[in-house]
């Protein structure tokens, strides 16, 4: 899940969380795959941002990786040239950095969301307890 602005919003795309406006009216409920003219209607009725399913980064990440694995073939003509040799490496330092924060944030995210259904799931064992215990309660009343 991921917040985007509803300028990068696509066809296609699935709301992740209702959409509303100031006053709280719902525009938009979560779970609806975005057409274009809805874009466009929230668009138009202010809307700037937008929660959607999915997770950009590893399309970037994805991207990345296939621009660094090009740099040689994109830097063959100048290998006596110190500046673009130079140029060339520290591309592929940057790229190197950019894909290892990628995959990083992506791994954080999964473990985040692993603790989130954690906690929801002891959440509602809890919540379970406390309905069988006051419903034995009544049933002693």
């Known amino acids: 899940m991921q917040r985007i602005a509803i300028a990068a ?10 959409v509303s406006n100031p006053d709280g009216m719902v525009l ?12 466009t209607r ?7 941002s937008i929660m959607v399913d999915g997770d950009a980064g590893s ?8 621009v660094s694995g090009q740099l040689p073939h994109l830097f063959r ?10 140029l060339h490496n520290m591309l592929g330092k940057y790229f190197a950095y950019r894909i ?17 259904k954690e906690a929801a799931k002891e959440a509602a064992g809890a919540a379970e307890e406390a309905a069988v215990k006051t419903a034995g309660e009544k049933g002693r009343a």
């Open 28 to 39: 938009a409920g979560a779970g609806l795959v975005l057409s274009q003219e809805a874009i």
């Open 100 to 116: 290892a924060s990628f995959k990083e944030a992506e791994a954080l995210r999964a473990k985040a969301a692993k603790q989130a």
């Open 59 to 66: 399309e970037v990440c994805g991207e990345l990786e296939r």
């Open 42 to 48: 929230l668009r138009n009725t202010g809307i700037a």
């Open 77 to 86: 003509k100048y290998k006596g040239d110190p500046f673009m040799m130079t």
């Open 9 to 18: 919003a696509e066809p296609g795309m699935v709301l992740a969380q209702a």
